[in-house]
Structures are given as C-alpha cells and as structure tokens.
C-alpha cells in the first residue's frame, strides 16, 4: 500500500474518531443509527490505516467484520447480553488495532506525517477504547444488580450513552479529574485506573520514541 494510501485512511480514521467525540453529543433523532455508522467507519478505516502483514490482515478484517455485525445486531435487537457481545468484540478489536499501530510506530525508520497521525489516531483510539470497556463494566453490573443502578454516577446523567463514557474515558486518560463523574463498581474502578495508567505509558513512551527517531533521522530528511 502506497505512503500517500496509508496518509488518506488515517486522515478518514482521524475525520471518523472526531466526529464521534465532538459530533456525538448534538441532540438529533437519529442519534444512535449515526453514532453506529461512526463505529463501522471507525472500524474499517482503522483496518487500512496501516500497512498490515497479510497475516495481519486476515486477523483483522474477519475480526472487524465480526464487530461490525455485532454492532448492528445490537442496534436492531437491543439487550444486555448482544450489547455485552457487542462492546467485548470492540475491545478486542481496538486493542488489536492498537497495538499494531504502536509496533508500527516503533518500527519505523522516520517520523512522516503517516507516523504523526498513526501516533493521533492511537491516542483517540485509546480514548474511545476505555469508553466501550466503562461501557462493559455499566453492562455487567446493571445485569447483575436489578436495582436499575449504573456502575458510574453520573450525576446530571440518568441513562448515559456511549459519547458519556467516552467523555469520562478522556477526562482519566488526560488526568483532568474534574470530579462530577465518579465510578461505583469495583469493576469500573479497575477499568479506571487501568486507562489511566495506559494513557500515561502511552504518552510517555510514544514521544520518547519519536523524539528519538526525529533526532535519529538525517538532516533533510
């Protein structure tokens, strides 16, 4: 796949996960049907935002296939259990697109624009990554406690949506810590501290190694 290739699906990736963060939270009726074509894009860019081995690749597009169908079903047939299938197989997804994103960072020889916004994209990823798994642990504790409780207070949020873990997800990865959000289960808690840890190594260890590359690099390059 040609670099200039590679540059047009991480800026379609990037167009995608900002429209999901920014976008998200305007009131319109078809609201959900929007917000699940955002994640099938998000989902399929993010498979061609790379150049992947075939190996990779024949990981990917069945996997994202999977999580894209999921998704679907989830929309048309609503449910604790297809919504807990749903958002599992996002996890998994993000968390491979991820990670091959990192190694790719890490493997490259010189930081071009692709690198640059590889480098965004994995950081919103990881946003919208520690949304969907707050999203899980709100999954499995309202299915198992029947009191109709959330498994985070939100406290002008009486049924939340994805864009509010979201939201929640970016305020723990960039340790804003405004305190009008608070996680309840011990789950949610976990997931907390896991993403925030995350978006910390993440920050660290990725400018560290492009700092190094970019130092590393001929002049005029």
Same mark, same amino acid.
């Given at each position: 796949? +040609?670099? #200039? #290739?590679?540059?047009?699906?991480?800026?379609?990736?990037?167009?995608?996960?900002? +429209?999901?963060?920014?976008? #998200?939270?305007?009131?319109?009726?078809?609201?959900?049907?929007?917000?699940?074509?955002?994640?099938?894009?998000?989902?399929?860019? $993010?498979?061609?935002?790379?150049?992947?081995?075939?190996?990779?690749?024949?990981?990917?597009?069945?996997?994202?296939?999977?999580? +894209?169908?999921?998704?679907?079903?989830?929309?048309?047939?609503? $449910?604790?259990?297809? &919504?807990? %299938?749903?958002?599992?197989?996002?996890?998994?997804?993000?968390?491979?697109?991820?990670?091959?994103?990192?190694?790719?960072?890490?493997?490259?020889?010189?930081?071009?624009?692709?690198?640059?916004?590889? &480098? %965004? #994209? $994995? *950081?919103?990823?990881?946003?919208?990554?520690?949304?969907?798994?707050?999203?899980?642990?709100?999954?499995? *504790?309202?299915?198992?406690?029947?009191? $109709?409780?959330?498994? %985070?207070?939100?406290?002008?949020? &009486?049924?939340?949506?994805?864009?509010?873990?979201? *939201?929640? &997800?970016?305020?723990?990865?960039?340790?804003?810590?405004?305190?009008?959000?608070?996680?309840?289960? *011990?789950?949610?808690?976990?997931?907390?501290?896991?993403?925030?840890?995350?978006?910390?190594?993440?920050?660290?260890?990725?400018?560290?190694?492009?700092?190094?590359?970019?130092? +590393?690099?001929?002049?005029?390059?």
């Amino acid at each position: 796949m +040609a670099v #200039n #290739n590679l540059t047009r699906n991480n800026i379609v990736l990037l167009i995608c996960l900002l +429209a999901l963060i920014f976008f #998200n939270p305007v009131p319109h009726k078809k609201l959900p049907f929007l917000q699940d074509l955002l994640m099938t894009a998000i989902l399929y860019s $993010g498979i061609f935002s790379l150049d992947f081995s075939p190996k990779a690749t024949k990981i990917l597009l069945p996997l994202g296939t999977i999580t +894209a169908a999921t998704l679907w079903i989830h929309h048309f047939f609503p $449910g604790n259990i297809i &919504s807990l %299938i749903d958002f599992i197989s996002t996890v998994l997804f993000l968390i491979a697109i991820v990670v091959l994103m990192i190694r790719h960072i890490a493997r490259s020889q010189n930081v071009t624009a692709t690198i640059i916004l590889n &480098s %965004i #994209n $994995g *950081y919103l990823l990881l946003g919208v990554l520690g949304g969907v798994m707050l999203v899980i642990s709100d999954v499995i *504790y309202r299915f198992t406690h029947a009191s $109709g409780e959330h498994a %985070i207070d939100f406290t002008s949020q &009486s049924a939340p949506q994805l864009f509010d873990f979201v *939201y929640f &997800s970016f305020v723990i990865i960039t340790t804003l810590g405004f305190g009008d959000i608070t996680p309840v289960s *011990y789950l949610a808690r976990s997931f907390s501290i896991l993403i925030a840890i995350t978006g910390q190594m993440y920050m660290t260890i990725l400018i560290a190694i492009l700092v190094g590359k970019f130092l +590393a690099q001929p002049k005029g390059e």
